[in-house]
């Protein structure tokens, strides 16, 4: 049972680099999102999808970009690397969102801007 | 401004001892979560509640959700080292089924 699988674990980048962090899951799920989650914040949401090709934006998603062509991957883009962007970055994955079903949490992507 | 206030910040407790922790939110809420991260490593879920008076309880951990007053409370009874972590409420708020997270209370479990 793989459940949501994000790659990579760790990452450093330079800052102006851009980067795809992955994430995918094998239960079918329809609903998806990614999470930052940075010292003294909690999670914060990023982007979120209710399905394929049907994205939508969170409380941070500037310098960000998504896209869910299938239902089992939502890739998340870094288009050019800030040391802001320093942060543990979560992607889950349910099957209608947060009102009726538990989010399954990835293991996470720490990722380092110098 | 932050929809899911969670208090205390963090709590020092000796093993054994009862405790409790809060999530407060200022939105009506359509369905309150609690989960359980341990340093470095991924969310664990603990339970979910969507009915205002519902109580769930897994092993030690009991959890209630007070509608009027938009608030859910997690109980420990008789801590244990293997409850130090970090826990994290999350809520549905609105219509569009986002889950939005709380900032976290760290919990310490002194032997």
Redesign the interface.
């Known amino acids: 049972n793989a459940g949501v699988t994000q790659t990579p674990k760790f990452q450093v980048l330079k800052t102006g680099q851009s980067m795809t962090l992955q994430c995918a899951q094998d239960m079918n799920h329809e609903y998806m999102s990614w999470y930052r989650q940075d010292p003294g914040m909690g999670l914060r949401l990023i982007h979120y999808s209710v399905g394929a090709g049907i994205t939508d934006q969170g409380e941070v998603p500037n310098g960000y970009n998504v896209s869910r062509s299938t239902t089992e991957d939502f890739p998340l883009r870094l288009l050019s690397a800030a040391p802001s962007q320093t942060s543990v970055y979560f992607c889950a994955s349910s099957y209608s969102g947060g009102r009726y079903q538990p989010q399954h949490f990835g293991d996470g992507t720490r990722l380092s801007i110098l | 401004s932050q929809e899911l206030e969670?208090s205390p910040q963090s709590l020092i407790v000796q093993e054994g001892k009862n405790l409790t922790i809060n999530c407060t939110s200022s939105k009506t809420l359509?369905?309150l979560?609690w989960?359980k991260q341990k340093y470095g490593?991924?969310?664990i879920?603990l339970m979910?509640l969507?009915k205002g008076g519902e109580e769930k309880s897994h092993e030690k951990i009991t959890a209630k959700l007070d509608e009027k007053k938009q608030q859910s409370s997690l109980h420990i009874t008789a801590s244990q080292p293997s409850h130090a972590g970090i826990y994290?409420c999350?809520?549905?708020t609105g219509a569009?089924?986002?889950?939005?997270?709380?900032?976290?209370i760290t919990l310490s479990v002194r032997p």
């Open positions: 969670q359509y369905g979560y989960y490593e991924g969310l879920f979910m969507q994290l999350g809520a549905v569009n089924s986002k889950l939005t997270f709380g900032k976290g």
